[in-house]
């Protein structure tokens, strides 16, 4: 079964954090995606740029309406995510809990609909 | 016998049946079929099968294992009879096939686990806390729909949608029926007492309502950390176990005939249950003796020194308040704090314990918490500081929700107006 991990954490911390600090961080992502490439749970992933670069739209009566930023002002921001292939739900939290920032961050685990499997 | 008399013999043999062995059969048939609800409705079609052919076949040589291997034909056939051909057909996959009334081979190790599975399933931490409560008392505890709302004063049509969600969610999210791996099982074992000490909680100090106790959710608790110690003999189930009982023991001190609250040091302890405090007491030991003391065996240590006093002076507080400590140690948390403090005025004078409340209290950690401010407003009463006492006694009612509670912090105002009026 496919799950999304949702990553989200205070995107400050990354543009805060010592030099040291962000290569030692980027290192464990290193080693944590191959790992899961290794263990076949890894179907796809990206981290994503900071808000700032975020554009939000609606369409509304036909017109297309933007904004800039997120869809919401939260304390933590989605900042990437790892499409993950897993046994059931234990085995996707087995997996997400060794998402770097999930010891600073938080992430969500949200199974992926599935369409006209049967 | 007459065929009548047999007919009704066989129903009250399959109604004891039903009580005794009903979650069992549903939880060996949740982990055959994949699903909560197909279990539940086989559950259901197995006990009229047996009602209709017992009578005149006689009964099974086991019952058990003769209303599995029912249950999980007529849900094999019910599946196949849904014209939809839906998702649930394709993870039976070629085992329809060899489906028969007989083919299920009963592993008693096997039906154990299953209990432990339900349980642990029940528990999940991805559920939310109110679901995991419910889904535990129905699916575990085997109550109705009806009687888990009544038990928490809510709608039945709340807690049923609140268990259909809990069920949608361990399918769609796929939450596995399974035992957690060792690595897992304090986590989740936690999670399965923690929800075990809520419906105790809720049955012992109701959170809301006008009587103080529902006695029938406490028992529900009672025997569910019964059933998680016989399938998981850990020191911390022992702990729980013996918790609720040393609690439970003092339940007819607790309260005057017509609901008035009585605080332990004025209970009369002639009306503790003596069997529920020597099978506490007996647990506690065993559950310190494992050399792996968790908050629960802490807490029952603490209530089995309070059970093993003649009268409230001679509690031994020192140990009362050494066993706070270490449970400070294991289980940072205000409230420990709150009640070591109480502890403490009552080994070392009013004054030491007040100093520790109000600086608890001033760290802002507790300021809603009704018990603070009584247990702060009973100390300036030791002390003579009526005034500070009643407006301690005034903060506390502000946050009652209980009527008796209420009426307690009323009683304990108008005591201390009516003295400061006559100085």
């Known amino acids: ?118 | 016998m007459p065929v009548a008399s047999i007919a009704t013999s066989v129903r009250e043999r399959v109604d004891e049946i039903y009580r005794s062995d009903s979650r069992r059969v549903l939880a060996t048939l949740i982990r055959l079929l994949g699903d909560f609800d197909l279990a539940e409705e086989a559950l259901h079609d197995a006990f009229m099968t047996a009602l209709e052919r017992w009578p005149n076949e006689g009964m099974p040589g086991n019952p058990r294992a003769w209303l599995v291997s029912t249950g999980r034909f007529k849900a094999i056939d019910r599946v196949r009879r849904r014209a939809s051909f839906d998702a649930a057909v394709s993870r039976f996959g070629d085992e329809t096939e060899v489906a028969a009334p007989s083919a299920v081979d009963i592993d008693e190790n096997e039906v154990q686990d299953d209990r432990l599975r339900l349980l642990f399933t029940c528990c999940h931490p991805a559920l939310s806390p109110d679901a995991q409560i419910a889904l535990t008392l129905r699916e575990v505890c085997g109550l109705t729909t009806e009687e888990v709302a009544r038990a928490f004063l809510a709608p039945p049509p709340t807690i049923a949608q609140r268990i259909v969600r809990a069920k949608a969610k361990i399918r769609d999210a796929r939450i596995p029926y399974e035992i957690p791996s060792r690595a897992d099982l304090p986590a989740r074992l936690d999670s399965v007492l923690h929800v075990t000490y809520l419906v105790f909680n809720e049955g012992y100090l109701a959170s809301s309502g006008s009587t103080l106790t529902r006695p029938d959710l406490s028992c529900e608790a009672v025997r569910l950390a019964r059933l998680t110690l016989e399938l998981l003999p850990d020191p911390e189930v022992m702990g729980l176990l013996a918790l609720m009982l040393l609690h439970e023991s003092r339940r007819s001190a607790r309260t005057t005939p017509n609901d008035e609250v009585i605080l332990l040091e004025y209970q009369d302890r002639s009306l503790w249950n003596r069997d529920q405090i020597a099978e506490g007491i007996a647990l506690v030991e065993r559950a310190l003796s494992s050399r792996r003391v968790g908050p629960y065996a802490l807490q029952a240590a603490i209530a089995a020194v309070h059970a093993e006093a003649p009268n409230a002076a001679a509690t031994d507080w020192r140990q009362i308040v050494a066993l706070y400590d270490v449970l400070l140690r294991v289980d940072p948390s205000p409230v420990v704090e709150l009640n070591r403090g109480a502890a403490v005025a009552m080994r070392d004078g009013p004054a030491a314990g007040l100093a520790l409340i109000d600086a608890l209290l001033a760290r802002g950690e507790l300021t809603s918490y009704l018990h603070a401010h009584s247990a702060r407003a009973d100390l300036l009463r030791r002390l003579g500081q009526v005034p500070e006492a009643i407006a301690a006694y005034e903060r506390a009612t502000a946050l009652a929700t209980l009527e008796p509670e209420r009426r307690f912090l009323a009683r304990r105002i108008a005591e201390l107006t009516d003295k400061a009026l006559r100085h």
Not at chain 1, 89 to 114: C, T, Y
């Open chain 1, 1 to 118: 079964m496919r799950y999304l991990c949702l990553i989200y954490e205070n995107e400050k911390n990354w543009s805060t954090m010592p030099k040291n600090q962000t290569d030692a961080l980027m290192a464990e992502y290193g080693a944590f995606t191959q790992g899961i490439k290794d263990s076949g749970h890894y179907i796809g992933g990206n981290a994503l740029q900071p808000t700032p670069a975020a554009t939000t739209l609606r369409v509304r009566n036909g017109k297309v309406s933007t904004t800039d930023g997120p869809f919401a002002e939260t304390k933590e921001q989605l900042g990437g995510y790892y499409l993950i292939n897993a046994k059931d739900l234990n085995d996707a939290i087995q997996i997400a809990s060794k998402i770097p920032s999930a010891k600073f961050g938080s992430i969500e685990v949200r199974p992926i609909m599935e369409f006209g499997e049967a």
